[in-house]
């Protein structure tokens, strides 16, 4: 999968905890983590799959947003006087 698409996917799952349980549900069931990919229009080959069923547990939400380009978004911080 290209860096957009996975950036779309990690997105996804930072948005919604109930996908990210979904997901990590799927332990051992990469045929279904692919059928949930492709549900939601991206399509994971068996590597990409196994990746992201098993980092999703490990992933925090602040991760998630990083990897996402999430934190690209924030505005920088002001600067300090003097």
Avoid: C, F, H
Wanted: net charge negative; aromatic share 2%; hydrophobic share 40%.
């Amino acid at each position: 999968m290209q860096a957009p698409q996975m950036n779309g996917l990690l997105a996804e799952l930072q948005a919604d905890p109930a996908l990210r349980a979904k997901v990590g549900a799927l332990r051992g069931n990469l045929e279904a983590a692919i059928r949930l990919a492709e549900e939601k229009g991206y399509r994971l080959t068996r590597q990409e799959a196994e990746a992201m069923v098993e980092s999703v547990d490990e992933l925090s939400d602040d991760d998630l947003e990083q990897a996402a380009g999430g934190a690209w978004n924030d505005p920088p911080p002001p600067e300090e006087p003097g």
